[in-house]
């Protein structure tokens, strides 16, 4: 399995962008897609996930700005991140935990990060 997220850019506070997350391969399962963000020097954090039932969890941080969602028929989840902010700015990593086949254990997977840079 494979992760590609696309999207990244540059964005003026209070303004909008939508990074997507496709996923390639084959599995048996899922359990759900998320989407973390790290800056230099600190912790990778969770902003957003989605399980399978369409569940969703943010951040104290992005509730209310952004919406995770996931396109099962693609395979494609999608990060909606509205009213920017300049502490948004980060390498967005697309993560997925899921099962390769029936008898094996949920595993995770990362996507290459895309970079978000909120400034004037």
């Known amino acids: 399995v494979q992760l590609q997220a696309s999207g990244g850019g540059l964005v003026q506070p209070g303004g909008s962008l939508n990074v997507s997350c496709e996923a390639y391969?084959?599995?048996?399962?899922?359990?759900?897609m998320a989407w973390y963000r790290q800056v230099p020097g600190k912790e990778r954090e969770l902003v957003a996930r989605?399980?399978?039932?369409?569940?969703?969890h943010y951040a104290d941080s992005v509730k209310g700005r952004f919406t995770i969602s996931w396109d099962s028929a693609k395979n494609v989840a999608y990060l909606q991140m509205n009213t920017l902010r300049r502490e948004d700015t980060a390498v967005y990593y697309c993560?997925?935990?899921?099962?390769?086949?029936?008898?094996?254990?949920?595993?995770?997977?990362w996507g290459r990060g895309t970079l978000v840079t909120v400034s004037s």
């Open positions: 993560h997925s935990n899921l099962k390769i086949h029936y008898d094996l254990p949920w595993s995770d997977y």
């Open positions: 391969g084959q599995w048996f399962s899922l359990n759900h």
């Open positions: 989605i399980t399978n039932s369409g569940a969703t």
